[in-house]
């Protein structure tokens, strides 16, 4: 072979011994020296002795070592003389150069040789391919050859493959049975059926099994405590999870091993702990990637994001290279703060990588961080200069287009959308909604309802359904909305809010209060928004008493507690029936400071009701506000002027009775 030439072999004499030519077969292997493989390859093959029963069957294994899997499958079919070794190496061989169908056909191959049995490791190989594809048919077949031979009861490992197997597919009752059925049971067997429970969401079965592996005495290693923090992320489940870290403490694995370690900060970011997560972290000897990229995104998905940019500085400052996750993290940081020039230095870097050609989540990320940074134009940009488009780069740029003044906007980009051949998804369909509700486009709406009746999207996306509600409500169509709303097969706050909303936009208070008892009726408790648009509804009909009662309900049986825009409601109402003693109670109320609305609806209903005195006290609360409040100055002025009418009119016995 050209590429052997000048390569020397070691520790071999001129005419070698099948011992000495053995010995330097598994010096070579343990180097792994794909040089020296080969060269020693081709000098074994000239001197006539690859079909040699054990040097034939070592040179296979060396071949499979080196990942020349063409080259040993040559040599295996040439031999003679296959030994079970030689069985296995190939296998496992093709099993871990990812030829997983080459290794199964290789095994059938095996049954027609009667000399020769499969021995453990090739059933633990074998079945790590069935786990890898997720093929229980042919877990199956194997677990039976296994059962036959008996071999579950000789070899543990292939019993701790077996329930790996199982708990992979997802077959998590039938690992628990095979768990059970082992004569012996390890570590090993038992984190196997807890990363299953763990993999597939059944966190208290995973805990429970470490309680039962516990119980029985065997002590659990990092890999099991690793698969039970990930348990213990789930809601509810921190006081376990920090009963594992003390125990992780006590038998001193913490700052050993950083996919443990990771897994305590990843499982402390979970439940929103993120001082201890960092604390954790900080404790870490040797910080990798992983680590790092489990904090950041643990400060990112909790809002805290100028802590996730930090650590994204510092990650970079030890020498640490951004992976696409730890990019995409960051850049969602830099879009709930705000940080656009953060943003652009990632999109630098993005680009210098060529990562927007390759990665089509780091392009939609970028997207939607220029749209929450508010530069709709820098969105567009990225979002054109992008190679391939999903439907989330388009419904990213639509949310961006459908929150801006200019609805038009978005509707003509959904045109786009579709005339590119791209569907609309629920999410672009409720942006669209929504920018037909901020500009009237009914005729629009009508469309969109019919598409979405067409998809079956009202009976299963209840989103969808309240953002149509929405629509016709907004639009002034109460009579559809309503239609729709008696339509939703579920029918959560927002529904009842956006049907409650359109009734008071019509002015329809009597309706308003009417849906309302029937929303408390269906047990739905109203929030915060439902109650501002009630008391605004019941206050423009001056429906005092009303107003009162769902005010103190608020607090009372639903314990909302009244934010500034339900006292402003409430003070409105007062001051226009001219109950100023209620007003002025109610302004006092207002822990923060009531700002200027509440003054000037206050100047208002002074002016009504000619109370100069209490109209000067809320003059000078204004002017301590904002003393260039031109509007101040001139509600006083007419507050005034109309005293002075007034007193006239009294003098002249003219005055009007109200």
Partial sequence: ???????????????????????????????????????LHVYICNLGLDEHRLIGNNLVSLMVDIGRTCDAQHLFDRHPYRSERAWTSMITGYIEAGKLQHAFTLYSRL???????????????????????????????????????????????????????????????????????????????????IAGYADYGHYE??????????????????????????????????????????????????????VLDSALVDMYCKHGSLAIAQEVFDKISVRNAVSWTTLIVGYT???????????????????????????????????????MDKGEDIHAEVE???????????????????????????????????????????????AGYANQPHADNVLKFLERMQVEGVLPDAVALVCSLQACSNIGATSIGVDMHAEIERKGLLERDLVVGNSLVDMYAKCGFISRAHEVFDKLPVRDVVSWTSLISGYAQLGESEDVCCIFEKMVGAAINPDPVTFIIVLDACGR????????????????????????????????????????????????????????????????????????GLGLQAFEHALHLDEKDAGVYVSMSRIYADAFARSQLQEQGTLPIY
């Fill in 111 to 193: 049954g027609n040789y009667t000399s020769v049995q499969a021995s453990g490791h090739t059933f633990v190989a074998l079945l790590k391919a069935c786990s890898k594809l997720k093929d229980v048919e042919r877990g199956l077949t194997i677990h039976a050859e296994i059962m036959r031979m008996g071999s579950t009861e000789r070899d543990r490992f292939v019993g701790s493959a077996l329930v790996d197997m199982y708990a992979k597919c997802d077959l998590l009752n039938t690992a628990q049975e095979v768990l059970d059925q082992l004569p012996l049971r390890d570590v090993v067997s038992w984190t196997a059926l």
């Fill in 205 to 258: 079965d995973a805990l429970e099994c470490l309680r039962e592996m516990q119980q029985e005495g065997v002590t659990a290693n990092t890999t099991t405590f690793v698969c039970c923090l990930k348990a213990c992320g789930r809601k509810g489940a921190l006081c376990k999870g920090q009963e594992i870290h003390a125990e992780v403490e006590r038998l001193g694995l913490s700052r050993k091993d950083i």
């Fill in 1 to 39: 072979m050209n590429g052997t030439r000048g390569c020397t072999l070691p520790s071999l004499s001129l005419q070698p011994s099948v011992e000495e030519i053995l010995f330097t077969l598994q010096k070579c292997r343990k180097k792994r020296d794909l040089e020296q493989a080969l060269y």
């Fill in 541 to 612: 009909k001056g429906l005092c008493d009303r107003s009162e009662m769902y005010y103190e309900a608020m607090s009372r049986w639903y314990g909302i507690a009244p934010t500034l825009a339900h006292h402003t409601g409430m003070v409105g109402l007062f001051c226009r029936a001219g109950r100023f003693e209620k007003a002025t109670s109610m302004i006092q109320k207002i822990q923060s400071c009531p700002n200027s609305i509440i003054w000037h609806i206050v100047l208002d209903a002074c002016r009504k009701w000619g109370n100069v």
């Fill in 301 to 339: 998905e909790h809002g805290w994001g100028e802590e996730a940019l930090a650590c994204f500085e510092q990650m970079l400052a030890e020498g640490i290279s951004a992976d696409h996750v730890v990019l995409m993290s960051s850049l969602k940081a830099c879009g709930k703060v705000g940080a």
């Fill in 352 to 398: 210098r990588r060529g990562l927007l050609d390759k990665d089509l989540a780091i392009g939609n990320a970028l997207v939607d961080m220029y749209v929450r940074c508010g530069s709709l134009s820098k969105a567009q940009e990225v979002f054109d200069n992008l190679r391939f488009r999903s439907v989330v780069s388009w419904t990213t740029l639509l």
